[in-house]
């Protein structure tokens, strides 16, 4: 059965990319728009990892990733990215609970890899 990976993501043209690149690699992607849906789709799909960007309409990546931790007790990887790589953020969702990082632009290669080890 393939994984599930909820892509939390506002930048359309991004999105579009990791959905091919992911879906290429036999992973089931649920995109969302804002931080709103991506807690929807979390509560719903269940997903074996998430991907969220910092930066987002609604909820942010941060308050994603603390929602995932805290209210639902969810150990599911969580993987941030944010083009604002801006220290404090980055410590900042690792205090939350996040599980790795990575600057924006992204490297689609880097991306699938780190995904397969968190998966591991």
Request: overall charge neutral; aromatic content about 6%.
């Amino acid at each position: 059965m393939s994984k599930k990976i909820v892509l939390a993501e506002d930048n359309s043209a991004l999105s579009l990319l990791l959905k091919f690149k992911l879906e290429k690699e036999s992973y089931r992607l649920f995109v969302a728009e804002d931080g709103k849906l991506a807690k929807e789709l979390i509560e719903r799909e269940n997903p074996d990892i998430i991907l969220t960007d910092i930066m987002m309409p609604f909820v942010s990546g941060l308050e994603l990733t603390s929602y995932v931790r805290n209210k639902l007790n969810r150990n599911t990887p969580i993987l941030i990215f944010s083009a604002a790589g801006q220290e404090k953020n980055v410590l900042q969702a690792f205090d939350l609970g996040a599980n790795d990082f990575m600057s924006k632009p992204i490297s689609i290669n880097e991306l699938l890899i780190r995904i397969k080890r968190l998966l591991a």
